[in-house]
């Protein structure tokens, strides 16, 4: 039978202090309800007692009904001055409602006696009485033992003791934490080992952090050698280097290890909820992370993408879809015509492998990506280059001239852009456009939808998402060739388009038409000229 394996998410916690990482109340009430549909066991809401978003979270929380997660709250142990049954720690996580309380201890000598300044007895007395305390008023205890393999380290029989003073208490879990990420998988192996020998019959958790780039290996160690319940972070956001990532553990554990977690459709669910979480957080996602990133089944090489199209797990250690993702080929100066004619499968266009205009359109490829255009983060461009090569591509408009300018009265004033846009339709109509923004590129764009929209209205539902300006030979200082990569979105897809220039407003123009007519054909079909 298959080992199964708990995952307490602390993504609302740990990973809401990851630099950069911001969560609005309705953010946080979103990503439980999706945590809890993807199946995980526990989400942790954050600490009552000291964060007023977190006793939100967890008053809004009562009205959720829960499929698959239970909610927990966070605090400490009572705090050596208190009873535990005045202790305001202790009353705030009781007054979070939440079937679930985790509290932390300190399970490091040096800690105790340092840092919470008790001796080592009263820290065990600490941990008894809060436990049994929150025990007693009907709560399942997850007891996080922080620092523990650093006291495990430091005086292993302590640290093995305070673990059997919770586990007597009715801690349901018994949470061993890397809480300064500085173990290796083999120390944090021996350590897991060493404590289900001395409490067989307990229940241990994991909780690592990425300070030493093992907090995944350190989590698989961890389950590896007994431990049946895992806590982390979605896409591994947290404090300093971040927490371990859940999105890599999971399927990992899964896949890998054989270990139930979630269902094989909800694991299928794991990119759109790294995403998700990512852009709920105002983080991009990272490309490279394995199983959820854009380029973790992506092949650039020639050789690597004929081998793929013939036997999938050539280059691919499991199925994509299994996590929701998808294989990518990567067209680029490296590509030969397998990569295109994968590539442009994957656009939904097919090209004869031995047609002329198929060696013309790699031929294109390969000078235009001399000249500095990428097409590996620009699918739409990609898509109009290989419609126009075979002839499914249709103009819209033609470009009779534009004009920019920056105008600024003094130096306390705001500038302000105007720019200027001759194009003629279809039908012979010449249309002359003006618009004003405070940018350049903002005032050509405003200028081209002026001239646009009265006759292609579906470019009212176009907006720009992303705009990103990269200079390619900076040594030639201000002659230096800029690339532009602009993101758009029509509220149901999303499309990025390129332009490459000495002059960024050039550059700019070009991956706006680009993303124009990727909407028109789309919306209005590949008919050739």
């Not at 620009?378 to 090569?389: G, I, N, P, T, V």
């Amino acid at each position: 039978m298959a080992q199964q394996v708990e995952i307490y998410d602390v993504t609302l916690r740990d990973g809401a202090q990851g630099p950069g990482v911001k969560f609005s109340s309705e953010d946080q009430l979103r990503i439980v309800q999706e945590l809890d549909a993807f199946g995980v066991s526990y989400i942790e809401g954050g600490q009552p007692g000291s964060n007023p978003k977190a006793a939100e979270l967890f008053q809004r929380a009562k009205d959720l009904e829960f499929q698959h997660a239970v909610m927990a709250a966070f605090g400490s142990t009572r705090h050596t001055k208190n009873a535990v049954e005045d202790d305001p720690n202790i009353k705030a996580l009781l007054a979070a409602d939440t079937p679930v309380v985790t509290i932390f201890a300190k399970y490091s000598p040096t800690h105790a006696t340092q840092v919470l300044r008790v001796s080592l007895e009263e820290n065990l007395t600490l941990i008894e009485e809060s436990v049994a305390y929150l025990v007693s008023q009907g709560r399942r205890v997850v007891l996080d033992a922080e620092h523990f393999f650093d006291g495990y380290r430091e005086d292993t029989e302590y640290a093995l003791s305070a673990l059997e003073c919770g586990w007597k208490a009715g801690a349901e879990v018994l949470v061993l934490c890397d809480t300064n990420g500085g173990g290796l998988p083999w120390g944090i192996a021996q350590a897991v080992e060493a404590c289900v020998q001395r409490l067989p019959e307990a229940k241990f958790g994991v909780h690592t952090h990425n300070d030493s780039g093992c907090g995944v290996a350190n989590t698989l160690a961890a389950v590896h050698a007994g431990a049946v319940h895992v806590q982390g972070t979605i896409n591994g956001y947290g404090e300093r280097t971040g927490n371990a990532n859940l999105c890599t553990i999971i399927p990992d554990l899964q896949l890998k290890m054989g270990c139930e977690v979630v269902s094989a459709d909800q694991l299928g669910q794991l990119t759109r909820l790294s995403h998700l979480v990512a852009e709920l957080a105002n983080m991009i996602p990272r490309d490279s992370d394995p199983f959820v990133g854009r380029d973790a089944f992506t092949h650039k090489g020639g050789m690597h993408a004929d081998a793929v199209k013939k036997l999938k797990v050539s280059y691919e250690h499991v199925p994509p879809e299994t996590v929701g993702n998808s294989t990518h080929i990567s067209v680029s100066e490296l590509s030969g015509r397998s990569s295109l004619l994968q590539k442009a499968k994957e656009l939904g266009i097919e090209l004869d492998r031995d047609a002329p205009e198929t060696r013309d359109a790699l031929t294109q490829v390969k000078e235009l990506e001399s000249q500095g255009f990428e097409f590996e983060g620009a699918d739409a461009s990609l898509e109009l280059l290989l419609r126009k090569a075979i002839g499914q591509h249709r103009t819209f408009f033609k470009l009779r001239g534009f004009r920019t300018s920056v105008d600024r009265h003094d130096a306390d004033s705001p500038a302000l852009s105007e720019a200027t846009v001759k194009i003629e339709l279809p039908d012979g109509t010449r249309m002359h456009t003006a618009a004003e923004a405070e940018g350049p590129v903002d005032a050509l764009n405003n200028a081209l939808r002026k001239a646009l929209e009265g006759t292609y209205p579906e470019l009212q539902q176009v907006h720009l998402e992303d705009y990103k300006v990269r200079i390619l030979n900076a040594q030639a200082a201000t002659a230096a060739v800029t690339r532009v990569l602009i993101e758009s979105s029509d509220g149901e897809t999303v499309w990025n388009t390129v332009g490459v220039s000495g002059n960024i407003v050039a550059a700019s123009y070009q991956a706006l038409v680009d993303s124009i007519e990727y909407k028109l054909l789309r919306s209005r079909g590949y008919n050739a000229d």
